[in-house]
């Protein structure tokens, strides 16, 4: 089935050093979405990417769905104690495509 | 206030006592999910429902129910709960069918000793 994958798993940066997470497909992908879980909190959604090749930013935060969409990034500029926490990236299942996978989240810290 | 709520926040219980986990969203969502997470394996989805008494598996289905009798209203069943059930439980909800963005409840951390 389909798989998706996400790296680093743990990112440890001194506050404001830059920050990325790469986050694979084994299929192609309609859209990918990504979302930020705080520590004991739930995951909240950040941002939707749909064609090919298209960057959107968020402040500090810059996303980039791949060319052959089968990859994504989130970029963290200068990064801020308010950005640790963990983030996923999910997409749209290769059967059925109201199911979203996720992968396994990169968990980032962010040192004062 | 839009949300998704969950019930209860906390539960210790001992193998093989059924439990619910009660799932609600005010928001009028078609779709619904209930995930576990545990560490390193991400988000897994249990089961679905794209809408009232439609629900099928996810990932993980095996020993867990659910239902979808209301539109807000999608419960998680534990028949007979085992230590290998205790994980942090999500549920979440969408408008439909295609790519909306879901939204999360606040989780409920599930240990079954």
């Known amino acids: 089935g389909q798989q998706v994958m996400q790296i680093p798993q743990y990112q440890h940066v001194q506050e404001g050093e830059d920050f990325t997470t790469y986050c694979n497909s084994s299929?192609?992908?309609?859209?990918i979405q990504w979302y930020k879980q705080r520590p004991g909190g739930h995951p909240v959604f950040l941002i939707q990417l749909v064609k090919s090749g298209e960057v959107k930013k968020q402040k500090r935060l810059t996303f980039q769905f791949g060319e052959a969409k089968k990859n994504s990034s989130l970029h963290i500029t200068a990064t801020q104690t308010t950005d640790v926490g963990t983030y996923f990236c999910?997409?749209?299942?290769?059967?059925?495509?109201?199911?979203?996978?996720f992968g396994e989240g990169t968990q980032l810290t962010v040192n004062p | 206030e839009a949300q998704v709520t969950q019930n209860p926040r906390y539960l210790i219980t001992v193998t093989g006592k059924k439990l619910t986990v009660t799932c609600s969203q005010n928001m009028n969502h078609e779709y619904m999910s209930w995930y576990r997470q545990d560490p390193g394996l991400g988000l897994r989805q249990i089961y679905y429902?794209?809408?009232?008494?439609?629900?099928d598996k996810g990932d993980v289905p095996e020993g867990y129910k659910v239902s979808r009798k209301e539109k807000r209203n999608f419960p998680l069943i534990l028949e007979s709960p085992s230590p290998n059930q205790t994980s942090l439980y999500f549920c979440a909800s969408r408008r439909g069918q295609g790519a909306y963005e879901q939204y999360f409840g606040p989780g409920t951390r599930l240990t079954v000793t």
């Open positions: 999910a997409g749209p299942g290769e059967t059925s495509g109201s199911r979203l996978t």
């Open positions: 299929t192609t992908l309609s859209n």
């Open positions: 429902s794209m809408n009232v008494e439609v629900t």
